[in-house]
């Protein structure tokens, strides 16, 4: 009855991704590359619900009952990923934040997509049960990508040379990129570059059911998400910023501070309630934390597509062109008017 009333015949990731393909939005490849990374998410998402429960049965504590080493979530969750996106035929070249060098599908399997991840963002938060999630984002092959001829690259093989220049894209050319968040529900949050779509796992079935469409993030909001312990080794014009939102002034009222340590919950909350996200840079890591590749482009094209915007300070993330596949940038994230507040204090 709660669904009649609020009009939404019952529409699976699976159903609505197939609906993209008949309208011509997207390719039957790119829906079987979309479709194998919510399956790789299905099962993260119940790895992680059942992390300390597996690690009970592990037995043996760091030795499992096949009497293989226990591994940690994190890895166990990027060969789902990589196994999922192999076993799709569609993905050409991966890039893993767990992998050192992209690597190649094997020709058998082979396929045009370029698929840049993060398997498990945030994994320390998953013994005390926080939010964790996997982002990716998805590219065209581009072979002519300029990448600087930095030496070490022209050291390469040439096969290797090939994977790092056709992922080493600007976020201009994100097909799509998205996200699934592992908290008190399961969500799916995707783009296809016409509009941010989210999805709810229905524990039920195991399958993803839309629960929003076109979101909008809102155009300012009164929540900042920082790590201030950081912030004495912040430079100047950001701590003046963030003094500036901790007055009061007319309102009475100063700004909310909410963070998680996890971005893609934090980044969850920013979207929907809006506010800004920032990972800034400081005294001991020049270009922040976060990776330009697999977190900061595929969260700010999710974000433009919201009517938000993703910058590293003075301009656009998806401007970016990478030059090494797990480089950092600072990055600065949510409504739009609480980034360019941000950017003019930093100017
Ligand atoms: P800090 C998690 O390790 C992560 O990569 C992001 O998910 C999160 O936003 C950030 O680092 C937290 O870093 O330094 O505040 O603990």
């Not at 963070?259 to 800034?280: A, E, K, N, Q």
């Not at 596949?325 to 950017?343: A, D, M």
């Amino acid at each position: 009855a709660a669904r009649k009333k609020s009009g939404y015949e019952l529409q699976t990731l699976t159903g609505w991704l197939l609906r993209q393909e008949m309208k011509g939005e997207i390719d039957a490849e790119l829906t079987i590359v979309m479709s194998s990374i919510s399956l790789a998410c299905k099962q993260i998402a119940s790895l992680v619900q059942r992390a300390g429960i597996s690690n009970l049965t592990g037995v043996q504590g760091a030795v499992n009952i096949q009497g293989e080493d226990q591994k940690k979530l994190d890895v166990i969750s990027n060969e789902v990923f990589s196994n999922c996106l192999r076993s799709s035929g569609r993905t050409g070249i991966i890039a893993s934040e767990e992998e050192d060098v992209p690597v190649a599908v094997e020709e058998s399997y082979s396929g045009n997509y370029v698929v840049v991840f993060d398997p498990l963002d945030g994994s320390s938060n998953i013994d005390a049960a926080v939010s964790t999630g996997s982002i990716f984002g998805i590219y065209s092959p581009n072979d002519e990508c300029i990448v600087d001829d930095s030496d070490d690259i022209s050291a390469l093989g040439s096969e290797e040379q090939r994977c790092i220049v056709n992922v080493c894209q600007p976020g201009n050319n994100l097909l799509a990129a998205g996200y699934c968040m592992y908290s008190s529900s399961v969500i799916f949050v995707l783009t296809l570059g016409k509009g941010v779509f989210s999805f709810t796992l229905d524990p039920m079935y195991g399958e993803f059911v839309l629960t929003q469409e076109n979101i909008e993030i809102p155009k300012a909001g009164r929540i900042y998400s920082f790590n201030e312990g950081n912030y004495q080794m912040w430079d100047d014009k950001l701590k003046k910023y963030i003094d500036d939102l901790k007055d009061p002034g007319p309102t009475g009222k100063p700004y909310s501070a909410r963070y998680i340590g996890s971005l893609v919950g934090d980044f969850h909350r920013t979207l929907l309630y809006g506010g800004i996200y920032g990972y800034p840079r400081d005294a001991k890591s020049k270009n922040g934390k976060l990776r330009l590749l697999y977190e900061c482009a595929p969260m700010s094209f999710i974000v433009e597509q919201a009517g938000g915007k993703g910058s590293d300070g003075h301009s656009r993330v998806l401007d970016i062109q990478p030059t090494e596949i797990h480089q950092r940038v600072p990055l600065y994230i949510g409504s739009t008017e609480e980034v360019e507040k941000l950017e003019k204090y930093l100017a």
